[in-house]
């Protein structure tokens, strides 16, 4: 019996501390927020009102780490480009989000590190974007900006730590990957379906574009390639379910829908991307990515020289008074052909602006961030157009090429074999698989990451939170699976975990 009473009094004072603790809790939270609404009022910081909002975020993220994550999936589609001033500016909510994933992935490998499997973080594709992040700092240190750098560098510590640190471990179970394209499905198509519906009263007309899907999408660029990096997810999404059922027939529908609203973006990448898609999957599918790999950059070092060589180059620049922008897409593609296309030049008046200004630091780069506005004193002014004031201060519009000037022959280099290691090891275990949902995902993976690549030759776009994060997404939905299968062929069983 005595037992008994202690144990009940011992039940009751546990029970009245929780009450206590609940009742600070919701007094503290109550004061913290009239505090910052009145704080905000009196100095029109109104930024200060989002404070308790943090702390609700952060709460739910000590407490469920996994709602955070598909929060921040869910956010990707919708996220709103926000300036604090003409130097300072975020992505609401994304990179809230994300700085507080980040936090979470160091909590994690603090205290709870056999979340992580070992086995991702010892991949050679995961090995290789730590030498890449390594090889960021070195040439962050011999920056010609390194206040730049600085900030290139920690955008991509939170990113890693996202999208790769946490993405292993929720991106890791077959619920987890079908979350996954339901939270970036869901709002995505709402979205696409309200631009589409802006648009008809514009009559599809070309140079209406960019007005139908602001403010979710900075331009038709971002707007478009999202779109054609996430059309592979829904092709293998709708083998997910049987003949008949509601999920199947949408996904069968949102196909044809994508496609579409893709065209109507009148963005070429994007539209050479499906194409290049295409191309993959067949050449995948029959072991030939080595060859393919091999022929690409033969035919690239071909065409730098040809137009290196006696400064070919100067032969295709164009009048300035005939290369402006067309309003008609039929006129764009046939002024983009006959170089009189004037954001098509202004392409290019980068490109060489660019190539010169690598000259300057060819080995270690000129420092991650740091293209704008240095490549203006290495310009060519026989190849400028009306838009080569870059009031927008865009980059380079080549990731490589961005890569090249950044972070040197080392960075490039560390890029590419990046590239070329994912691709032969989604072929190699492609066909280690056998029939089976981590086989079509493996290849609708690849097949965006192939998409993400070729829009990079037209756009700088890993660097923004809607195609960098799908980027880094992919990777380690692969190297989860690569590891799944490994696994598994060592157990001899071949199927993702339910």
Request: aromatic content about 18%; charged content about 15%.
């Amino acid at each position: 019996m005595k037992n008994g009473t202690k144990l009940g009094l011992s039940y009751k004072m546990f029970i009245k501390e929780i009450n206590r603790f609940s009742l600070l809790s919701f007094v503290g939270f109550t004061a913290i927020t009239i505090t910052s609404l009145m704080v905000a009022w009196q100095t029109d910081l109104y930024f200060l009102m989002a404070i308790p909002a943090v702390i609700l975020v952060a709460m739910l993220a000590i407490l469920n780490t996994r709602n955070i994550f598909y929060l921040l999936l869910f956010a990707i589609p919708c996220s709103i480009e926000f300036s604090f001033s003409a130097s300072l500016a975020t992505d609401i909510p994304t990179e809230p989000l994300i700085v507080g994933l980040m936090i979470c992935f160091f909590v994690f490998m603090a205290y709870r590190p056999h979340y992580f499997d070992v086995q991702f973080f010892k991949h050679p594709i995961i090995l290789l974007l730590g030498i890449q992040f390594c090889w960021m700092i070195f040439a962050s240190i011999y920056s010609i900006d390194p206040q730049m750098s600085l900030k290139y560098l920690l955008a991509k510590i939170w990113y890693l730590c996202a999208f790769i640190g946490m993405g292993s471990v929720f991106l890791r179970e077959e619920k987890d990957i079908k979350s996954f394209f339901w939270y970036i499905y869901i709002p995505l198509t709402i979205l696409i379906v309200v631009s589409i519906i802006r648009f008809i009263p514009l009559g599809f007309a070309f140079d209406s574009v960019n007005k139908t899907m602001t403010p979710y999408f900075r331009n038709k660029v971002i707007y478009g390639t999202f779109m054609s990096i996430f059309l592979p997810f829904i092709f293998t999404a709708t083998h997910w379910y049987e003949k008949g059922s509601f999920k199947r027939m949408l996904l069968q529908v949102s196909k044809l829908f994508y496609i579409i609203a893709i065209y109507f973006t009148y963005t070429r990448a994007c539209i050479l991307s499906l194409l290049a898609c295409l191309l993959f999957y067949f050449v995948i599918k029959y072991r030939k990515v080595k060859q393919t790999l091999v022929m690409i950059f033969i035919f690239v070092a071909m065409i730098i020289g040809y137009l290196v060589h006696d400064n070919k180059f100067m032969d295709y620049s164009p009048s300035f008074l005939k290369t402006i922008y067309h309003d008609n897409y039929e006129d764009h593609l046939t002024s983009t052909v006959s170089f009189e296309d004037a954001s098509s030049m202004e392409r290019i008046f980068m490109w060489i602006g660019g190539a010169y200004y690598f000259l300057e630091s060819p080995i270690v780069g000129n420092g991650p961030n740091t293209f704008f506005p240095n490549y203006k004193h290495y310009t060519v002014n026989s190849f400028k157009t009306y838009l080569s004031e870059n009031d927008e201060h865009l980059t380079i519009h080549n990731y490589f090429l961005l890569t090249l000037i950044e972070q040197g022959l080392v960075g490039i280099f560390i890029f590419l074999l990046i590239i070329v290691v994912l691709l032969l090891y989604a072929e190699k275990y492609y066909h280690l698989a056998k029939p089976s949902f981590n086989k079509n995902l493996l290849m609708a993976t690849t097949l965006s990451f192939v998409c993400i690549l070729v829009n990079c030759t037209l756009s700088d776009l890993l660097e923004t939170d809607k195609i960098g994060s799908i980027y880094f997404l992919n990777i380690a939905i692969l190297v989860n699976i690569m590891v799944v299968l490994s696994k598994a062929n060592t157990h001899g069983t071949n199927i993702i975990r339910k």
